[in-house]
């Protein structure tokens, strides 16, 4: 019995730190992608709206700079595909390119994919009401000729192009709603929610810089633990190795004092 105690023990405390640190990674993570970095860690400055992030960020500086081009070289992606879009409705695409680009908060959304230019993406990221309307409102009357804008495009002049037999609409045409345009126009990345700012309940698009925490970080802790990728606390307890390290050595509290 001793014996066997010894290696449950000796198993438990090898394989706690792995898991401590599993925990850990899904909350402060980078996705597998084109641009991302390995590892999130502070860059000094940040350009313009994806400055909120430079304290730990996915994201260098160069590739925040590029995110605010109307055709740059992270994707060769031409916002003006339909007319000039506006300098309004622009502002919430770059705020969702810093996001996507700058957060390590993603981590609960994160899954695997087979693509040539990445490994992984998000499905679903609960985005807050006011974010999906105030993008929907500022976009409406701007024009587009296709919903969902991750895939389908004519890339022979190797940049985003209508495709053939499509015609430029009115935001308000194509997406009906705020919720059909966070949802849809990158393939259920995101995910409409009711939910307000500060809730704690839903992913913000963005913030403002200096703000801490990074009111994103609760946010996905709370869906993490939904999620059953993380335990009840930041500390993990109680979860099954803990209790199982607690109940060799006899720690483990009465139920009757909870």
């Given at each position: 019995m001793r014996r066997t105690t010894a290696k449950m023990l000796g198993l438990?405390?090898?394989?706690?730190?792995?898991?401590?640190?599993?925990?850990?990674?899904?909350l402060n993570i980078c996705m597998d992608a084109k641009h991302h970095?390995?590892?999130p860690g502070p860059e000094g400055?940040?350009?313009k709206q994806c400055e909120p992030w430079r304290d730990n960020a996915c994201c260098t500086a160069n590739t925040s700079v590029h995110a605010h081009n109307d055709q740059s070289y992270l994707y060769n992606f031409n916002w003006n595909h339909c007319g000039i879009m506006s300098e309004k409705c622009k502002r919430h695409?770059?705020?969702?390119?810093?996001?996507?680009?700058?957060?390590p908060n993603l981590g609960p959304w994160i899954q695997k994919v087979d693509r040539s230019w990445r490994k992984e993406r998000?499905?679903?990221?609960?985005?807050?009401?006011?974010?999906c309307d105030e993008w929907w409102e500022d976009c409406r009357h701007d024009h587009t000729c296709k919903s969902n804008w991750a895939?389908?495009?004519?890339?022979?002049?190797?940049?985003?192009?209508?495709?053939?037999?499509?015609?430029?609409?009115?935001?308000?045409?194509?997406?009906?709603?705020?919720?059909?345009?966070?949802?849809?126009?990158?393939?259920?990345?995101?995910l409409f929610t009711d939910h307000p700012r500060g809730s704690g309940l839903c992913m913000s698009l963005w913030f403002k810089a200096g703000l801490?925490?990074?009111?994103?970080?609760?946010?996905?802790?709370?869906?993490?633990?939904?999620?059953?990728?993380?335990?009840?606390?930041?500390?993990?307890?109680?979860?099954?190795?803990?209790?199982g390290l607690s109940l060799l050595l006899g720690l483990t509290p009465s139920l009757s004092s909870s």
């Open positions: 438990l405390l090898v394989t706690l730190p792995l898991a401590l640190a599993a925990e850990r990674d899904v970095k390995v590892k400055r940040l350009y695409f770059i705020q969702d390119t810093c996001l996507y680009e700058c957060s998000v499905i679903d990221v609960p985005i807050c009401k006011a974010d895939k389908g495009w004519n890339w022979s002049s190797g940049s985003n192009q209508c495709p053939s037999g499509s015609e430029c609409r009115p935001f308000g045409d194509v997406f009906p709603t705020a919720r059909d345009l966070c949802e849809k126009v990158w393939s259920n990345s995101y801490n925490p990074n009111p994103n970080q609760l946010v996905a802790r709370l869906y993490a633990l939904q999620k059953g990728l993380i335990s009840c606390s930041g500390l993990a307890w109680p979860s099954p190795l803990l209790l």
